[in-house]
């Protein structure tokens, strides 16, 4: 995990040792598997599934400037700015917290968070949050399934999802 995470972790969560999950996951995450994870409420499965998609998203970040400043050293491209990683949550309350936790998470980074999810700008029409969206260009966008789908596939939110739909990112 990063060192400024780990920081972040213990000023404000108060944490000084991960959990089970937390341990399980970022080995399993950090090796880009696909997974399920499954624990009690308070087990630690937010920070669990995020610091290792946060500390990814950070070294690229650091990649980056620096490949702007001096991109000689780079044998290889370095990843350009935009949507690099998508939390999808079931509810617009959960959507907010994780929001919370990525924006206490990331206090002293570049990195942007967008957040798209029913009640979350004053507003709230779909068409602004998509303006937004398209404006601010963020490192990681937090969302429900159905305002994610209806601005990413406009064109599947015109009907119902169903079992055997399948979207292909």
């Given at each position: 995990?990063?060192?400024?995470?780990?920081d972040?972790?213990k000023?404000?969560?108060?944490i000084?040792?991960?959990?089970?999950i937390?341990?399980?996951?970022?080995t399993?995450?950090?090796d880009?598997s696909?997974?399920?994870?499954?624990a009690?409420?308070?087990s630690?499965k937010?920070?669990?599934?995020?610091?290792?998609v946060?500390?990814q998203?950070k070294?690229?970040?650091?990649e980056t400037?620096?490949?702007?400043?001096a991109?000689?050293?780079f044998s290889?491209p370095v990843p350009s700015?935009g949507?690099r990683?998508?939390f999808?949550v079931?509810?617009p309350?959960?959507?907010?917290q994780?929001?919370?936790?990525?924006?206490t998470?990331l206090?002293?980074?570049?990195?942007?968070v967008?957040?798209?999810?029913s009640?979350s700008d004053a507003c709230?029409p779909?068409?602004?949050q998509?303006?937004?969206?398209?404006s601010?260009?963020?490192?990681?966008?937090?969302?429900?399934?159905?305002r994610?789908?209806?601005?990413f596939?406009?064109?599947?939110?015109?009907?119902?999802l169903?079992?055997?739909?399948k979207i292909?990112?």
């Amino acid at each position: 995990i990063e060192p400024t995470l780990i920081d972040s972790i213990k000023k404000h969560f108060k944490i000084d040792t991960p959990t089970r999950i937390q341990s399980t996951a970022s080995t399993v995450i950090f090796d880009r598997s696909a997974c399920f994870l499954q624990a009690s409420t308070g087990s630690g499965k937010t920070l669990a599934f995020l610091l290792p998609v946060l500390t990814q998203l950070k070294l690229t970040d650091r990649e980056t400037r620096l490949a702007a400043r001096a991109p000689e050293l780079f044998s290889r491209p370095v990843p350009s700015t935009g949507i690099r990683a998508v939390f999808i949550v079931p509810t617009p309350e959960l959507a907010q917290q994780l929001l919370s936790r990525v924006r206490t998470l990331l206090s002293d980074s570049s990195l942007t968070v967008a957040l798209l999810a029913s009640g979350s700008d004053a507003c709230d029409p779909e068409s602004i949050q998509k303006q937004n969206l398209l404006s601010q260009c963020p490192d990681i966008v937090i969302g429900t399934p159905k305002r994610i789908l209806s601005i990413f596939f406009p064109h599947l939110s015109k009907r119902p999802l169903e079992k055997k739909d399948k979207i292909s990112l």
